[in-house]
């Protein structure tokens, strides 16, 4: 199995997100590598994410994690006992990563956002082509019971503007083979993480 073990804490977690959400603060725009590094460097507040479908705390972690060796998502999260799984594509949260190009009243999705979107679809053959595949299964430590994908790119677009609109669309109404794809800013991606973890600490 490709995935380490993790001994989920919410009160670490919760350190962690200070600490990210302080950082976030900081930089208006940044690139895939760094946020990268700074949100590898949190591995307790990246289990959030998994909170995404409904699983329970996340005891497997992996970051740069194979499908089949062909592909790669930045991160994957797991609960063993569950078997169910979330899998990220991180790209940067630049001033264009969202969209890019177009005209005034239209701009056109980036090649950054299309990309990420393009890894997921490749993930979802990898699994539903061959599910029970040997290589595939290996690399999660067995069977995938449920799983979701996520694409985090960009900063928030203009309050009420027409890319705002757009993105919400796209953000909560994709899925792929019946699998949901969700698609976050990095500030979407902070207030579900900071959702998260408020429902926890509130048990």
Not at 150 to 179: H, K, Y
Request: hydrophobic letters at 40%; a neutral charge.
């Amino acid at each position: 199995m490709d995935f380490g073990k993790i001994a989920f804490s919410a009160i670490q977690a919760q350190t962690e997100l200070t600490s990210f959400s302080a950082w976030m603060a900081a930089h208006e725009y940044f690139g895939e590598r760094v946020v990268l590094n700074e949100i590898a460097a949190r591995p307790q507040m990246a289990c959030l994410l998994g909170f995404t479908i409904m699983m329970p705390a996340s005891d497997l972690i992996k970051f740069e994690f194979g499908i089949k060796g062909l592909f790669r998502a930045d991160l994957a999260i797991g609960n063993d006992k569950s078997r169910q799984f979330v899998l990220v594509e991180f790209e940067g949260g630049e001033h264009d990563s969202l969209f890019k190009g177009g005209t005034r009243k239209y701009r056109h999705w980036s090649a950054r956002l299309e990309r990420g979107f393009g890894q997921v679809v490749d993930w979802g053959w990898a699994k539903h082509s061959h599910p029970g595949d040997a290589v595939f299964t290996s690399s999660f430590g067995g069977k995938v019971f449920d799983d979701c994908y996520i694409v985090v790119c960009g900063r928030n677009p203009p309050v009420g503007s027409l890319e705002e609109q757009r993105f919400d669309f796209r953000r909560t109404r994709v899925q792929l083979n019946g699998v949901p794809v969700r698609f976050y800013t990095y500030d979407n991606m902070l207030d579900a993480m900071t959702d998260n973890l408020a429902a926890l600490l509130a048990r």
